[in-house]
């Protein structure tokens, strides 16, 4: 029987609640790249044409600034950021190198479908100092996706093109289950004419950066099919992390 | 761009395996899907060059030996009298116009023309189009055909004075704006130029005598027009990314060869205008430089091979400068020359080296994590939302191109968002609801009135366990739980039913506050339980009704307890999604605890029937009366 002296109390199970997987992802992300010696900054995410295109060499013509791929906002006068590049322009303006700098958050396209969303998060990341070269910018790219995905993971560098890159890579890992190459994120070697838009003497210094969407990664790193469920606010969906 | 493997390896001497070739161009930076014998290449947009057999070629070159024997008609030719006017010679520095009549119209074509149309399942027009088409392909040159008796007698190239009517050789109707580049004949347009040619003038089966135009279009001329009017045009997509200035008049003379191979030629001539010629271009040779820039040394050798593979001229006595081929607008500096060497190495083939950024950084919990952690402690989840509404306040910032109308201004309040997103867990049978979102808002001032607010909403039980199951979300609650995260009175507000369609009818409280108005009380030293590298792995959701049942378990016998919590606990089966203890009753005066279980049922496939969640239950009830001083009152 039961004692009648002491009560008893099973172990109250309180529900805990959740941190955005998305959030999880960026900020695990962000933590990592600050131990590797990059110092965030932050932005607008409402910006001018000026820091978001132009001084990215995103020439006028570039499909990207066209009014069907790009939110404008206020009569034209500004645009929803649709990088987190501008972040990195306006403080390559304030500082001078060596710097290493990453910043993340929400970017904006004119896209709405199965697989493009309108809102998603970026993280982006640069190194300026006299010595930088695309060897160790793989360097740092092995270690950043050896970090997410395991030491074991194999990775394919390709030549792409963004205009505030030259020359530039995509990387794709490989996911052996499906024997599948899948695109992780972008990267290169800072165009001379975007350190020179930011007064910074491109004969001596060179410049290494690299972006990736959040949405992808936690995808990839959940198994999660379908990049709408992330923003669906699900309670079966969040209390999964 | 989709290519054959058959067209390619026509030039290529040694065997092509299609998907060595995959890879290859794969490391050339152009990705491609195999699709029986086509390859189809993403080309990216700095890379007009290789939108054809032509291009696609040239990058073969450091890889395996290729012919270089292209036939074109090498014999001099007439001059033509045209009356035309290039009014926009800073859009088209150079334009050439070929007269060609032919004697018969050819009923059936060479094996390599024949293929282009079998191999990629292209559909014929007429042969002068079939032609031109292939050119295109083959050289990546668009050339545009007029039948010239349909021709006026004046041809005028300009920026539209003003607003047209304009019928495209694909019958689409459209409404020219005014400075659109076009071709008129001196009142009526007949060409949008660069992009698609004209009803009127357009070229059909009965086609003998044609005006042929090859031109160098300036991309900023004709970039945005295929989108703008909704025109599928492979020449439009080839000028918006260059094409080969040199290219125009060979691009003629291989149009020649191939109609001579199929007709008897009665007329031809030709009209050249060109205001710029091209201008070759060269940069400096600075081997180191490109060194320095990828990180490894390169032989003397294999860098002016790899270039001049590629068509540069680069030599160790050419006075160090390189020059570069004309179709290769895209190299403007050292960096450009690095690309094209490591594309050829490979970008996998060079060894990494070791980067330590001489920067020591520590990472210290900010604010917000910290907030984050805290809520999450306390039941709540992270919601993110998009900022777009139909909402308009005095403060709201408008987006000038909407994704709808519904979306046409940003949010100044997180409350509407959260609101739907209870509203959709309510209806989703969720009874205790506990949201955050933390966000930018912006005002009219744009990035000069940014604020960065936290929302918090909540409703229904307080928790799912023996104490709180009963009680539900109020205003001392939300209190309580601010109270750990700021000193000061934040207004909570019960949000009224009337916003929300649903059937709950719990009271909702909602709390919007600056996050620079927190004031932490809580230590928090570390967010590795929620934020961590992990494996955390997603399970499907279900979007069928879920369904309970609760059972009342009587025990007589202490001991029993743990062995009925175990049995319980460790009961698997895959409709069982969540189970919990909802009631706990003691009555130490006899020594009885009655313990109420909730067990809730949900299917990925269907909706569940009561007939499936008995079966469950009640092989749940048998396990449990096994044990001995556990009784289920009831039953």
Redesign the interface.
Known sequence: MPDSKDSFSPELNKEIGSYHPINQTKDSIMNLLISFGFEIIDGPEIETEEFNFDMLNIKKSHPARQMHDTFYVNNKSKVLRTHTSPVQIRSMLDNDPPFAFISGGKVYRKDDDSTHLPMFHQIEGIYVNEDVNFAQLKHLIFSITQSIFGKDIELRFRPSFFPFTEPSAEVDILFSEKNEWLEILGCGIVNPKVLENCNIDSKQYKGLAFGLGVERIAMLKYGIPDIREFYKSNLDFLNQF | MKIHIDHLSSFINNRLNINDLSKLL????H?NEIDGGIIDIDI????GDCLSLNGIKRELTNFYEIKDDLQIFEKDIKELKLDFTNEAEEDCPHILFLLIEIEDIPLEYSSYLENYFKDLSIKKNNFFTDVSNYISYELGQPTHCYDFEKMGKRLVLERAKKESNFKTLTNQEISLKQNDLVFTDGSEVINLAGVMGGRSTSCDMNSKKVLIESAFFQ??AI??KS?KYDLNSEAAYKFERGVDPLMTETALRRFIHIVEEHSKIKKLSIFRNISSPYQSKSIEKEKSRVE?????KIENNKFDEILNNLGFVASFDAANDILIPSFRSDIV?Q??I??EI??IIG??N??????????????SLKRE?KL??Y??????????????TSEETQNS???????DSN?AF?RTSLLNSLI??LE??ER?Q?D????FEIS?L?G?E??QN?SRKIGMIASGRI?????DFNRFIDRDHMIKVLSGITDNDFYIQEISRSLVDSKSKTKIYYAEFNIEDINFKVKNES?DK????EE???????DYPSIYRDLSFL????SS?EIL?KALESFEEEILIER??FD?Y?D??K???KIGYRFIFQSKEKTLTDLEVDKVINAIVKSSLTIDGIEIPGI
């Open positions: 794969f490391q050339l930076g990705e990216t947009p700095n890379r991309p900023e970039i945005g989108i320095d820039i990828l990180g490894f500096d960096n450009h690095a690309e490591a594309r970008y996998d060079i060894p990494p080296e070791d980067l330590k950024i001489p920067f020591n950084r520590s990472h994590e984050k952690v809520l999450a402690d306390n039941g709540f989840n992270e919601v993110i939302n998009y900022p777009f910032i408008c987006i000038d191109n909407p994704l979306k940003l739907n997103n959709y867990n989703r969720k205790s609801i506990k949201l930018n912006y009219v744009g990035s940014q928790d799912h366990n023996y104490r967010i929620y934020v961590n590298f955390t792995t997603f399970t499907e959701i279900s025990v007589k016998d202490s307890i919590f919990f203890i706990l003691q130490t005066k020594n009885i605890i």
